[in-house]
């Protein structure tokens, strides 16, 4: 059986192997993802749960970010 440390390992190693890694790294770490599409992709998670404590959540962790500010609107939509 494998454990996490040798499948973490060998991943690392695939993707260096597939040219995945970036320039600097050893070829040995994936690229990092794209932070927004990462912000984005949260909202959505909360915002699917459709309520007023997932999206305050959101806000909570990024007050100054554009999609705060449609968060607080989905709150008003929700009317609780």
Known sequence: MFSK???VATTCLVLAAAGE???GTGGIMA????PEKAVQAEYENLKSKGTRDALE????RHPEHPLADRAR??????GK
């Open 5 to 7: 440390i040798t499948i």
């Open 21 to 23: 890694a970036p320039e």
């Open 31 to 34: 690229r990092p993802s794209d």
């Open 57 to 60: 959540l959101f806000i909570a």
């Open 73 to 78: 609107e989905d709150i008003k939509r929700l």
